[in-house]
Each structure stands twice: as structure tokens, then as C-alpha cells.
């Protein structure tokens, strides 16, 4: 997963790299970069703690769906003889969310016995099946692969095929086995999603264009927006042959079987999606500037668009787990770091319990900066204290080994720029 910064820094920074940014497109980024902050930052602060509404009592285990498994019908369109499609207006607005069941209110601190993340000190005493890039080479297990020299200071890495997928000043950059680039996917500021097959990826371009293309970084089929006024899309990801996206702006989202072209309206705005729990996340209501009751990231079965649960509270989405069990997040509110929750919570997807947080009160004091949680249920984390950083596996007992040897920021007069090792996407 990338840093814990906002996306418009990230954007920014892609920006400075050399991203050309075409004029008469910037309206268009605008929309879509400040629908993306609201999705992407979660939720406003509500008092001292999180509000939980639960709609309907589902454990996750229930979830599963088939990979291939879409939504129910709805809205559709035809694919044209290029391979392109154009998405047909929804046939309805966006409607109101179910009126929850009961709203228990989940304790500032999380839930009763909340484990807190307890970072190792030392020398390196184990190891990490999550794939890892420091000093510009990519490791997962016995691979490595040396990234070309432009490409070592990336932030975003994501294992693709026989090769990763990074982030440059050309856009999402395809990497072979033997370190050679081979091509570029996009040039958009939006987090590319690769697919659980490790094999297709789901990527917009600048003109806000879907594009879905496969391990060498072919296009297969790409998606336009449904106006020249659209606001465009930003990918939530892949499960199976169907790819969801958001359409900033509108509280609405896609799903897109590439295989037959056919698009379906949904409602909210899709942030994460997880193919084995079948689960998406989604922002729906508000502004997380505004009224704080009415922003809330809700939980939805991504099969027949049942609400699980809805979330309002000062927490920033990052991703969930692979077998999608848990969603991690930190506390942060539109940019902004809010002291209720620490630089890592872990959410149990079931019913949106705090079972784990790391990081103090005090910013620089073993802050967690890149996380991701396998579905073997251990947490590959990067922390940082005082200047230095390090690379270490958890277990959600908070219990830590190093997996990584300690190592100094790349810039020491940015301490909240990147870090030594960027923690693979996927």
C-alpha cells in the first residue's frame, strides 16, 4: 500500500515528476481529484468517536461470491466495433440508503480490548511473503527484480505478471523480470487495480478514460466517460472479468464486464473492492468538510448491493486484507491527522469493530507509514521513529518481528515523504 499522505500530494508530486497535464482537461481533474479526496479520506469527525449503523447482520464468511459473480441488472450499454464502450445514463437517481437498524456508537479508543501494535527493536530475526521494493530493487520470497534507474524512487509498486507495475513520470509503468520497462498503461494520477490473478490491471487515463489491459501492459478494452463534461472515472478494482469504478462527483459507481461491454449503474462511489470477500467500500453522503453525520464510507455486498454496514467517523480507508476479513485505515480527516485514532486501525469487515491500532499521539513515534495485511492475517508494516525507518511483520495481537533492516529517510528534510522500502499494492 502507498504512504498515508493525502492524494493531492501524491498527485502533486506526480505532477513535479514531469505528468503532462493537457489544459482543457484540468476542469475534469479538478472534479475528479476532489470527489477522490472525499472518498479516499473517509469520513469527518464525529464527536469523539465512530458511529456504526448496521443494516443487516452478515458475517463476511457468507459473503464469498463467485469471482465472475456481477450485480444484478440494471442500467446497460452495448460495445462498439473498436472494442470501446460508452456508458448509457442510469435510468434512476441516486436513491436514499436503507434507514440502518439499530446505530450502536463504537468507543473513541475502538472496540473493548483493542490490541495496540507493539513495533519490534533490533536486529532483522524474520521474513515477509509481501513483496517489498528498497533501493530501487522489487523482493517477494526469492525474486528480485532491479527497476530501471528512472523508476527506483517510486512510491507505488504492484506485482503484475512475471514483473511489477510502478509509478513514474510517464505514468503506470510496466517492468519485466529482467528490470526492462515495457510499457506505459496510463497516464493518470488514479492508483491503478490489479486483479487477484495477478494478471490484468485496471488503470484510468488522462482523459478519464477506463482502461483495462493484461500483464504486458496491452490494452484490452477501455471504457469512455459518458460526456465530454463527465468527470470520468477512477478505478476501485477488479473481480473476476468485472471492473468497478466511481464516477467522482456523482455518489455513483460502474460495474463494467469487459467481456461483454455491458455496463451497470450502482449506487455510491466505490473506493476498495476485494474479489475474494466479494465486499466493496464506498463513500455516500456529504462532504468530508461539511456536516460530519452526513459522511460515511458504507460496506456493501457487491453481488446484490446489500448495505452491510455504514461507518462515520474520523477514519481513512486504505484497503482491505487480501481474503478481504479486515479493512485497514488511520486516522486522518481530509488531509489532516485527528488524535482520536492512530497512523494504523484495523477494522473487522464483519461488523466494523477496531481490533488494532498502532501509532501514538506524538508524530514521529513509531508511526506507521505503509501497511498491508496478508490473508494469512499478518501485517507487513513500515514504522517510522525519528528519522530512520524499518520493515516489520505483526500479527493482530500486536505482537512484531523485523523483517527489514533499519534505514534512513532518502530525503531527511522531507520526514514525511517516502520511505526506504514501499510495501507492494498487491
Known amino acids: 500500500m502507498s504512504h498515508f499522505d493525502p492524494e493531492l500530494k501524491s498527485a502533486l508530486d506526480r505532477q513535479s515528476e514531469g505528468v503532462r ?113 528498497v533501493d530501487g530493487t522489487y523482493h517477494q520470497g526469492t525474486t528480485t527484480i532491479r527497476l530501471p534507474e528512472e523508476l527506483r ?100 459507481s460502474i460495474a463494467w464486464d469487459v467481456e461483454t461491454g455491458t455496463v451497470r449503474s450502482l449506487e455510491g462511489e466505490l473506493s476498495l473492492v476485494n474479489a475474494p470477500s466479494g465486499l466493496g467500500l464506498s463513500f455516500v453522503g456529504g462532504d468530508a468538510g461539511g456536516d460530519g453525520s452526513k459522511s460515511c464510507q458504507m460496506l456493501v455486498d457487491l453481488a446484490t448491493g446489500r448495505e452491510i454496514w455504514r461507518l462515520c467517523g474520523p477514519l481513512q480507508m486504505l484497503g482491505f486484507s487480501d481474503d478481504g476479513q479486515y479493512l485497514l485505515a488511520n486516522g486522518h480527516v481530509d488531509g489532516f491527522r485527528d488524535w482520536t485514532f492512530g497512523s494504523l486501525v484495523v477494522v473487522r469487515a464483519a461488523d466494523g469493530v477496531v481490533v488494532l491500532q498502532a501509532g501514538g499521539p506524538e508524530m514521529g513515534a513509531d508511526e506507521i507509514v505503509d501497511a498491508r495485511l496478508g490473508a494469512d492475517q499478518q501485517l507487513t508494516v513500515q514504522v517510522w521513529n525519528g528519522t530512520r525507518r524499518n520493515l516489520q511483520r505483526c500479527g493482530l495481537d500486536g505482537t512484531c518481528e523485523v523483517v527489514g533492516a533499519s534505514r534512513p529517510l532518502p530525503n531527511p528534510d522531507v520526514p514525511d515523504g517516502p520511505g526506504p522500502y514501499v510495501v507492494a499494492d498487491n
Open 21 to 133: 497535464v493537457v489544459t482543457d482537461l484540468a476542469e475534469r481533474a479538478i472534479a475528479r481529484d476532489r470527489s477522490n479526496r472525499r472518498r479516499e479520506l473517509g469520513a469527518a469527525v464525529l464527536g469523539a468517536g465512530l458511529v456504526l449503523a448496521v443494516a443487516v447482520p452478515v458475517a463476511v464468511g457468507s459473503l464469498n461470491r463467485d469471482p465472475a459473480t456481477t450485480i444484478p441488472a440494471g442500467p446497460t450499454q452495448s460495445q462498439s466495433t473498436t472494442g470501446r464502450t460508452t456508458e448509457a445514463p442510469p435510468s434512476r437517481t441516486a436513491s436514499t440508503a436503507p434507514t440502518p437498524t439499530s446505530i450502536p456508537t463504537i468507543r473513541a479508543t475502538g472496540a473493548p480490548g483493542a490490541a495496540s501494535l507493539r513495533p519490534a527493536s533490533g536486529p532483522v530475526t524474520g521474513t515477509t511473503a509481501v513483496g517489498y521494493l
Open 153 to 252: 524512487t517510486t512510491d507505488y509498486v504492484a506485482r503484475l505478471g512475471d514483473g511489477v507495475l510502478v509509478s513514474g513520470p510517464d505514468g503506470h509503468t510496466v517492468v519485466g523480470a529482467d528490470g526492462r520497462k515495457r510499457a506505459v498503461i496510463a497516464s493518470s494520477q488514479q492508483r491503478p487495480r490489479v486483479g487477484d490473478d495477478g494478471a490484468h490491471v485496471l488503470a484510468g487515463d488522462a482523459d478519464g478514460n477506463l482502461v483495462y489491459a493484461d500483464s504486458s501492459g496491452k490494452p484490452i478494452a477501455s471504457l469512455k466517460p459518458r460526456s465530454t463534461s463527465d468527470a470520468g472515472y477512477s478505478p476501485a478494482g477488479l473481480v473476476g472479468t468485472t471492473a468497478y469504478a466511481a464516477r467522482p462527483g456523482t455518489g455513483r
